[in-house]
């Protein structure tokens, strides 16, 4: 089975830093993913993680400890348009699992 | 635009009327998932395929849904006798072998 934990909503201030956690418990886990969605649309593709360490891409990095079944994307110069939920998704070889998402506000 | 897409985008039915939805994955994308997504909750899986064969369905999966994907390539997902508790939005999403889901737009379904 799955079981994922984030927390449910955050807020921070444009131009600043925020850290997203993710703990996990899973089954046939192979590496984990983040999404990001904005209300009323679908999820996009933002990173995968399988090995342990951080991949940093822009604005946004994401870390992973397999040993510790934790995850955390990190947002940097915060702008209002990354108002959206992040959802953590551990996955195996054939299909990931969605946590419930952390909304994030970004406030002036 | 060669990404995911879904028709329709929006669908409104009354109760025990039937419901079908399509999607169209990237083109060279041999996975292909469905997913429900409420309200404040994350997406959750329904089944997925592997080419033309369907490899799992969730046990969400009540014997109202049915899935296909004929020839490989676009997949419908069919709703019988649709109840209001299957108002959602239903996603789609396709993945080469190892690399991460890109979703479509959705559908969403409004069952009155």
């Known amino acids: 089975g799955q079981n994922i934990d984030q927390p449910t909503e955050m807020t921070a201030t444009e131009g600043a830093i925020v850290q997203i956690n993710c703990t996990y418990q899973?089954?046939?886990?192979?590496?984990l993913f983040w999404y990001q969605q904005h209300a009323g649309e679908a999820p996009t593709f933002l990173s995968y993680n399988v090995l342990d360490g951080l991949e940093e891409k822009g604005r946004f990095s994401s870390f992973l400890s397999r040993s510790k079944g934790y995850s955390y994307l990190l947002l940097k110069e915060l702008q209002m348009k990354d108002s959206a939920s992040y959802l953590c998704?551990?996955?195996?070889?054939?299909?990931?699992?969605f946590g419930t998402g952390t909304k994030l506000q970004v406030i002036p | 635009d060669t990404g995911v897409s879904q028709d329709p985008r929006h669908k409104i039915t009354k109760r025990g009327q039937n419901v079908t939805f399509r999607c169209d994955p990237i083109?060279?994308?041999?996975?292909l998932y469905w997913y429900r997504q409420t309200l404040g909750q994350g997406p959750e899986f329904l089944t997925y395929f592997q080419n033309e064969a369907q490899l799992e369905k969730s046990r969400l999966l009540s014997d109202r849904f049915s899935a296909e994907r004929p020839k490989g390539s676009f997949s419908t997902l069919e709703i019988q006798r649709t109840e209001q508790g299957d108002s959602a939005m239903y996603l789609c999403a396709s993945s080469p072998e190892t690399l991460g889901q890109f979703f479509g737009p959705g559908t969403r379904l409004t069952v009155l």
């Open positions: 083109s060279e994308h041999n996975r």
């Open positions: 899973t089954s046939g886990f192979n590496g």
């Open positions: 998704a551990p996955g195996g070889y054939q299909k990931v699992t």
